[in-house]
C-alpha cells in the first residue's frame, strides 16, 4: 500500500468513527484517524521548519528495525500527548484534522529532499523517509482498524 491508498482507506473508516471493540483496542475508529491526522499533520509542519542544512542520517536500529521490516509492533510506545485525541466521538473535530492534513499536503512537493523532522525513536527523518514513516504508521492503525470493523 502507498501513501495515498492509506488517505484513500482512512477517508473511507471515517463513517466509522465511533465503533469501539474493547478486545482489539480501547481506543474507537475515530481516535485512530484523528491520531493519524494530526501525526501526518504535525510530521509535514516540522519538515516546513527544518534546516535541510541541518539533515544528518545517523545509524539508528529502530528507525531501521521499522523501515526495513515495514510495520510497527503494537503496544510498544504510546502517542504523546499532542497526538493523543482527547475526544474521540467528536466527528466534526476528525473532519477538521482531516482536512488540515490535506491543507498540509498540498505542500508537500514543495519540501526540499533534505527537509526532516526527528522521531522521537527513529531520529530525523528526511522527505523520503518520513513518506515512508507516515506510509508505515498509516498502515499500523488501518489494520487495528480493519480488525476492529471485523470483530
Not at 16 to 45: A, E, M, P, R
Not at 99 to 127: C, D, I, R, V
Amino acid at each position: 500500500m502507498n501513501f495515498h491508498d492509506s488517505l484513500k482507506q482512512m477517508r473511507s473508516a471515517l463513517q466509522h468513527f465511533d465503533t469501539v471493540n474493547q478486545k482489539i483496542s480501547s481506543k474507537s475508529v475515530g481516535w485512530h484517524l484523528h491520531h493519524l491526522c494530526l501525526t501526518n499533520s504535525i510530521v509535514i509542519k516540522s519538515m516546513h521548519k527544518s534546516d535541510p542544512a541541518k539533515f544528518e542520517l545517523v545509524d539508528n536500529p529502530v528507525r531501521e528495525n521499522v523501515m526495513g521490516r515495514q510495520t510497527i509492533m503494537r503496544g510498544r510506545v504510546e502517542a504523546p500527548d499532542p497526538l493523543n485525541p482527547i475526544d474521540d466521538h467528536n466527528q466534526p473535530a476528525i473532519e477538521a484534522a482531516f482536512s488540515t492534513m490535506n491543507e498540509l499536503l498540498e505542500s508537500w512537493e514543495q519540501l526540499n529532499t533534505n527537509a526532516y523532522f526527528t522521531h522521537p525513536h527513529m531520529g530525523k527523518l528526511n522527505k523520503e523517509l518520513a513518506l515512508n514513516f507516515m506510509t508505515i504508521h498509516n498502515m499500523h492503525h488501518l489494520k487495528i482498524i480493519e480488525e476492529i470493523l471485523a470483530a
